[in-house]
């Protein structure tokens, strides 16, 4: 779930819009001039085969269109306002084109036309960004590289960055923590088995290898970080404890998470069927989730009625677990105790794709209000999460991949 983050640049709107646009790393061939908001003005980003669209966050209609060729991931930066693009090169940034200046006790909101910037990160396959304690961890999993910058940073054209590369290239994850540590996965082309904490001199402080398929990330209350594994959890504290959190199956999928910065519970799926047991054509369609209680170590699993997919998992804004079922609704736990609190029906019963890639139903959550995509019907829905009440709907004429909202 996104937070708002008041901690941005800091301008005068009576100095103009050029003075501003300097002050917000904007590029002179930006001709949009700021407009100032009573209130801060929430986007969504939806990205598709072909470029990103980027939708108003109360009503839904769009606000603006960019070309961009090619299978677009998007990632929030963790600043309520950019948003790195992966392509084939490297990653992109995207200013969505809404923000906030904070000035002590108060706030100042501003709306622009969102733009790709001229800030790039080139890399060989860019895999995954975490935005944690204030700075921002992109890897690459071509090289095993990986490039951190101070979370406001974006604001103030291409930033200063610093590096670290693992000793093997591997589909990973890092997060670089406000004690200047770097927890980094590990593993090679072949396997991924653990994380390792890596001291601000470089060093490796010690290691953890109790972690076979090391996938995903998520943060949780206290600063504890959550790592998924394929019989359990691995969990992060302090400047070197590292505990294993075992599941109560043999094998048991853990690749998708979704944390919440004051929440002690973490949201995560849960697949009991290895992949060698599947054939080409088949993959598991889950209809059990987890809650780890990151203070206890323990972990919890649940029943759900209907199967998800890696799409479906978002939190509340007061950290309740949400899923998107195949069955075309939405339902809401309490975290502490795994109870389901509601169920909305949003959509149509859908079925998740073989190939990862293509378009599907996904679920993002922003404040109360969560957005549905549903490729069937080229729509998004935006509901609110307790009541299940209908905010806005909009017809949408692209298969959505990605999206992530901002708010401003």
């Known amino acids: 779930m996104q937070k708002l983050n008041t901690r941005l640049f800091a ?212 600063g504890v970080l959550t790592f998924g594994c394929e019989d359990g959890v691995l969990l992060v504290r302090g400047g070197g404890e590292i505990t294993k959190v075992p599941a109560p199956d043999a094998y048991a999928r853990i690749g998708n998470q979704a944390g919440d910065d004051d929440s002690p519970f973490v949201l995560g799926d849960y697949k009991t069927v290895p992949d060698d047991r599947l054939d080409d054509d088949e993959i598991e369609r889950p209809r059990k989730f987890s809650l780890t209680d990151t203070r206890s170590g323990t972990l919890r699993v649940v029943d759900l009625p209907t199967s998800y997919s890696f799409r479906s998992l978002a939190r509340g804004q007061d950290g309740e677990a949400v899923i998107l079922g195949t069955d075309g609704a939405l339902y809401v736990f309490d975290p502490a105790t795994g109870r389901q609190v509601a169920r909305h029906q949003v959509i149509g019963a859908w079925t998740e794709p073989v190939e990862w890639q293509e378009p599907m139903p996904l679920v993002e959550v922003l404040g109360g209000t969560a957005y549905v995509s549903d490729p069937s019907t080229d729509t998004v829905v935006a509901v609110d999460v307790l009541s299940g009440t209908q905010v806005a709907r909009t017809s949408i004429d692209v298969d959505v991949s990605e999206v992530v909202a901002v708010a401003g």
């Open 11 to 222: 301008a005068f709107a009576v100095a103009g819009a050029a003075l501003l646009a300097a002050c917000s790393g904007e590029s002179e061939d930006n001709t949009s001039s700021p407009s100032e908001k009573s209130r801060a003005t929430p986007r969504l980003v939806v990205s598709y085969d072909g470029g990103v669209r980027v939708l108003d966050g109360k009503s839904l209609e769009e606000v603006s269109d960019i070309d961009r060729d090619g299978f677009l991931r998007l990632n929030p930066a963790g600043d309520s306002r950019h948003v790195f693009v992966s392509t084939d090169d490297g990653f992109e940034v995207l200013d969505t084109g809404t923000w906030r200046e904070s000035h002590g006790d108060h706030s100042h909101y501003f709306t622009a036309e969102p733009r790709m910037t001229d800030i790039e990160f080139d890399g060989p396959k860019p895999g995954h960004v975490v935005a944690h304690d204030d700075t921002i961890t992109l890897f690459f999993d071509g090289s095993g590289e990986v490039t951190t910058m101070p979370g406001e940073a974006l604001s103030d054209g291409q930033p200063e960055t610093s590096d670290y590369r693992a000793p093997q290239a591997h589909h990973g994850v890092a997060v670089k923590r406000a004690d200047g540590t770097l927890v980094v996965s590990r593993g090679d082309e072949d396997s991924r088995n653990g994380v390792a904490i890596i001291g601000a001199d470089g060093e490796q402080i010690t290691a953890n290898d109790q972690c076979p398929g090391i996938h995903g990330e998520a943060a949780a209350a206290g």
